[in-house]
């Protein structure tokens, strides 16, 4: 297939590089990408039709050389919230900030609230009219909808924010009319997005804990004065950090679904793809996108399509009684192993067009899901605790037996 594109409006003109030295995998869509982690070669069906780009945007997902399993990870992340997110560990400079923000390309249309409280119909199915705000309630009885179909966003936080910007606060701007009022928060304003968190290791502890405390519930309350509120906070959370500057608590890593080992492109012949690129993307940000538009908008077509099966696909008793003996094997505690690696699978087989998780699914996505899962800190905690139990328990029996 002829990749070559010529943007008539624009100064220069590309050739797809993408044939380009040697014999480096072809990705040009979420399929080549399930395709090459099966180990099977690129699928040649590429359907798409021709849309415009009109905004200049991040660098294509589709144009990252190399990388696979953290463009693999990252799609499957999106296809599936309940992986619960993505951690990327490496140095600075292997990429892992551009992935992320080329996420943009394949985002998702989700049904969003129209309310600030994030109100939604299933709310009163669930719970009856006093589930949402007054606001809503009257809408429901007037039939009207509570919900829009809308892109998901990529909100990133920054590591300077207040916890007031992060969780929310009094509205200033509302306090000057001596109105009191709550604004809303980073984490409300990321539901059913994308909250990336660059270095996310630097990040003061008290905004990681309500980060994660929201991201684990999905909602959170925030209180200031005689005002409460509660928000939902279903984001999907990408966190990305550099060992070299600092770790990050053992609890906090166990709370990212998968996690990344991203380390620089080792193939001479990548290394310089990927330099071509990212000139030409410098040289002309609109041809270089242009010349990836077919790619994304079908990539972005599978992420939305995969989604919306991805309830139709089962996993079988015998696979997963396998993967959970796999776990006792590798002595992990948290049940965040399983729930993650599953879900992963499922979403891996979905976008693979596929109803049922095989035991080679589970086999493809498991290191990202269970690598630096394993606590040695918990292990010996827990040892130490089973010695000292038997000890109280012969005391126990010694003292008091009649
Ligand atoms: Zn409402």
Not at 304 to 317: G, S
Request: aromatic share 6%.
């Amino acid at each position: 297939m002829d990749f070559q594109q010529v943007d008539p409006d624009s100064e220069h003109t590309f050739t797809k590089d993408d044939a380009a030295p040697g014999d480096l995998p072809q990705i040009r869509s979420l399929k080549d990408l399930i395709n090459h982690a099966t180990g099977r070669g690129p699928d040649e069906n590429l359907a798409a039709e021709d849309g415009g780009i009109s905004e200049p945007l991040p660098f294509p997902f589709m144009a990252i050389v190399g990388q696979m399993e953290m463009k693999l990870a990252l799609t499957l992340s999106l296809i599936n919230p309940h992986i619960g997110g993505v951690l990327l560990i490496g140095p600075r400079g292997t990429g892992k900030t551009t992935a992320v923000r080329s996420l943009l390309d394949l985002l998702p249309q989700v049904r969003r609230s129209k309310c600030v409280y994030g109100c939604m119909p299933e709310d009163i199915e669930n719970g009856g009219i006093d589930a949402v705000c007054p606001d809503c309630a009257k809408k429901y009885a007037e039939g009207e909808s509570l919900t829009v179909m809308e892109q998901s966003r990529l909100i990133e936080l920054p590591l300077n924010a207040t916890l007031d910007e992060v969780v929310g606060g009094f509205d200033e701007r509302a306090r000057v009319h001596d109105r009191l009022r709550l604004k809303k928060g980073i984490l409300a304003q990321a539901d059913q997005s994308v909250l990336f968190v660059d270095e996310i290791n630097l990040l003061p502890d008290e905004i990681v804990n309500a980060l994660l405390d929201a991201a684990a519930m999905g909602s959170y309350t925030v209180r200031r004065g005689p005002l409460s509120a509660t928000y939902r906070s279903r984001f999907i959370l990408i966190g990305s950090m550099n060992p070299e500057e600092g770790n990050l608590r053992p609890q906090i890593m166990d709370r990212f679904g998968l996690r990344l080992i991203v380390q620089g492109l080792s193939e001479p012949q990548e290394r310089l793809l990927a330099y071509r690129r990212v000139h030409q993307y410098l040289e002309n940000r609109h041809g270089f996108i242009h010349n990836y538009q077919l790619e994304t908008l079908s990539s972005r077509e599978e992420v939305q399509a995969t989604r919306e099966r991805l309830n139709q696909v089962i996993l079988p008793d015998h696979v997963a009684q396998q993967g959970i003996r796999l776990i006792q094997q590798l002595e992990i505690d948290s049940l965040r192993a399983e729930i993650t690696w599953f879900e992963t699978a499922r979403a891996y087989t979905a976008a693979d067009g596929r109803a049922e998780v095989t035991l080679n699914d589970l086999r493809i996505v498991a290191p990202m899901a269970l690598r630096l899962r394993k606590s040695e800190f918990m292990r010996e905690y827990l040892n130490k605790q089973k010695q000292d139990e038997e000890l109280l328990s012969n005391i126990i029996k010694e003292f008091l037996s009649e």
